[in-house]
């Protein structure tokens, strides 16, 4: 019988398998196994909770059983991949490349099956906390994400697959155990004519149905699912047929160059549809690849309007691109794609040669030559996007992790900060996670060079700008610690890089209890009286009020004896550090009478009641606040 302790077993199995299990799979079946494998371990908490709370109502058991059916069936996915792959003697390239449909049709059901079970998690049957929570939905999200870069398949048919499935999930007879599909029925489906019935028999297979039982419900459900497929042909499904509808329908596909592109989604430069919309200082948004190009070249203003660019960050527009992803939907244009080169490695085509034989060296038996490599790839990699999406597409980056535990300190370096430049690209962000990097990152953290460690902690807070690897590196073990480490006693750039690491890092609820119980609270209170580093306190600041949201910290920053030091800052700070030392104060009084009393008696009435008349808007209401709980406290 299915039971949280059978889920929390799958979870376990499925979260200890690595790239190096995997290294058989062809891509992308590794990389897809890797990412479900990272997904499910962010449920490890979930399954904990919902152990510890039981499964006494009816509606906790079914979902608990809903949960281990599709744990399941990502663990015989994740299993795919750990499979040798067929000899090209007995598999060629057609039969590779439907094999290779075929999973992604099996990954499409599989995290679908997953989202659907973490959408229906019954709240009220289990104490599921905020932080765990977070994760649940974060996870969800990123099923969903995952769903749509594979294309979309109707939901209704997986509903319906679901649906048959669960009803045989508890057959006492079984003609074969479960388990992984033999090659030979993977190969059954054309890569060209994938249809309904290979769609039902894929979603069978990964489900762990018997060949009996498979052959039991598929007529059912092939027969359930023609009225709600909306083909064009009312035809019964052929498996034989050589042409299905789908197939034909996609040749109808319009491109961008038949509709006219409403001008706010073209890129000023190039007026073609942009993919990768970004936004410079001035406000304006471009295409990355152009803007990119642009600003190595040299320039520093801005192409439309001329203005000085204050700074050259670009700064992805997500509701542009999903404005031109819907746009595209609606007019049945084929969605501009991020994966695609925007043709930037055309322009250094001609090295790509070099680039790759370069990368071989990074293997080489020789240090001096993995060395140079490195040191060469660092370079390339700061200089411009279309070196960085070159380099990831020569396969740089799993040679650069490898790299991350050479001896030579120097070699770490090198490879430390190329990962580092690599990251800039946003897509490079994922494949550089995939690859394994963030383990030996953190030993570099640890146990590197001083500039390597501080391009470690520069290299952590760019990957933790994607939301997932927030959760997934604040768990793993030693990585918060040695943030902390380098802040308490790292070189200036250095405290500044793990500072703004660990701001982000806490950006994420159950990260803050880790970081308070690394001991990051003293080396902020000292950077509280930093005057002689630039942007120390503001730095400590703003740490600080991210901690303060959650209970455990706020009690933790009392604890510290911070608030002496917050209300010295609203006497003597700048008008930015005023204004978050008071966001700060007033954040830790609310519903602590103790503290307000204690900011009473430190005397911060007079610089409150100042703060009040000449701060910033904000300053001003965070000051007008505490002075009305104060008045209130003096009342009582």
């Known amino acids: 019988m299915a ?116 959408t229906n998690l019954p709240h009220s049957c289990f104490q599921i906390s905020d932080e765990v929570q977070e994760e649940v939905d974060l996870v ?38 479960h388990g992984q599909p033999e090659p030979s029925q993977m190969q059954n489906h054309s890569k060209e004519h994938l249809e309904l019935k290979d769609i039902v028999l894929l979603v069978s297979e990964i489900s762990g149905l018997s060949k009996s039982d498979m052959t039991k419900v598929t007529s059912e459900l092939v027969e359930g699912l023609r009225d709600i497929k909306s083909l064009d042909s009312p035809k019964p499904v052929n498996v034989d047929n050589q042409a299905s509808d789908e197939t034909k329908s996609l040749s109808k596909v319009k491109k961008p160059d038949s509709v006219a592109i409403p001008e706010d989604f073209r890129c000023p430069v190039s007026l073609e549809l942009m993919r990768d919309p970004v936004i410079v200082s001035t406000g304006q948004t471009y295409e990355r690849a152009f ?76 240090l001096d030559e993995r060395k140079s490599a490195a040191a060469e790839i660092r370079s390339l990699a700061k200089k411009s996007t279309d070196n960085r999406i070159l380099l990831a597409e ?3 980056i799993p040679a650069l992790v490898k790299l991350l535990s050479s001896k030579d300190l120097k070699t770490q370096e090198h490879a430390v900060t190329a990962l580092l430049n690599l990251s800039i690209y946003d897509q490079n962000k994922e494949l550089i996670v995939v690859a394994g990097a963030i383990v030996p990152i953190i030993q570099v953290l640890r146990m590197g ?33 040695a943030l902390v480490e380098l802040l308490q006693t790292g070189s200036s750039r250095g405290r500044k890089d793990a ?32 005057s002689s580093r630039t942007g120390a306190i503001d730095e400590a600041l703003t740490i600080l009020s991210v901690l303060v949201s959650h209970r455990e910290c706020k009690t933790a920053i009392s604890k510290g004896h911070a608030i002496p030091f917050l209300i010295d800052l ?47 808007d904000r300053a001003k209401r965070k000051a007008t606040s505490l002075l009305e709980h104060l008045s209130k406290l003096q009342v009582l």
């Open 291 to 366: 803007i990119q190009r642009w600003i190595d070249c040299g320039n520093r203003t801005c192409p439309k309007t001329q203005q000085k660019l204050h700074n050259l960050t670009l700064t992805p527009n997500y509701v542009l691109r999903s404005l031109i992803m819907q746009w595209c939907e609606e007019k049945g244009i084929e969605p501009p794609s991020r994966s695609k080169n925007d043709g930037s490695s055309l322009e250094i085509g001609g090295d790509r040669l070099a680039v790759e034989a370069l990368v071989r060296n990074l293997s080489s038996s020789s």
């Open 140 to 177: 969800r999200a990123q099923l969903r994400r995952d769903m749509e870069k594979k294309g979309a398949l109707d939901v209704n048919i997986f509903s319906k697959v679901h649906d048959i499935l669960a009803r045989v999930d508890n057959a006492e007879s079984q003609s074969q155990p």
């Open 570 to 616: 609203l006497r003597s700070g700048q008008a930015r550090n005023k204004e978050n030392a008071a966001a700060i104060l007033l954040a830790l009084c609310k519903k602590d009478a103790e503290n307000l009393a204690c900011i009473g008696r430190l005397g911060a009435q007079i610089p409150l009641t100042e703060l009040a008349k000449t701060g910033t």
């Open 449 to 481: 060079s001083m500039e390597a460690r501080e391009n470690a902690a520069a290299a952590i807070f760019s990957l933790s700008l994607i939301d997932d690897n927030k959760i997934m590196i604040g768990s793993t073990p030693g990585a918060i610690e």
């Open 3 to 118: 039971s949280a302790g059978a889920a929390a077993k799958i979870v376990r199995e499925i979260a200890a398998v690595g790239a190096a299990d995997l290294a058989a799979a062809a891509e992308p079946l590794r990389a897809d196994c890797l990412r479900l494998a990272r997904k499910v371990s962010l449920l490890s908490h979930l399954v904990a909770e919902v152990a510890e709370a039981g499964e006494g109502d009816a509606a906790a058991a079914a979902w608990v059983r809903e949960l281990v059916r599709a744990l399941e069936a990502a663990r015989r996915f994740v299993e795919l991949g750990r499979a040798p792959p067929l000899p090209p003697t007995v598999a060629g390239a057609s039969d590779q490349d439907a094999i290779c449909d075929n999973a992604a049709v099996q990954f499409k059901y599989v995290t679908w099956q997953l989202q659907a079970a973490l």
């Open 394 to 396: 020569s396969s740089a």
């Open 499 to 530: 500072a703004t690491a660990l701001f982000n890092l806490c950006i994420y609820q159950a990260n803050k209890v880790r970081a308070v119980r690394a001991g990051i609270l003293a080396p902020l209170i000292r950077m509280l009286q930093d």
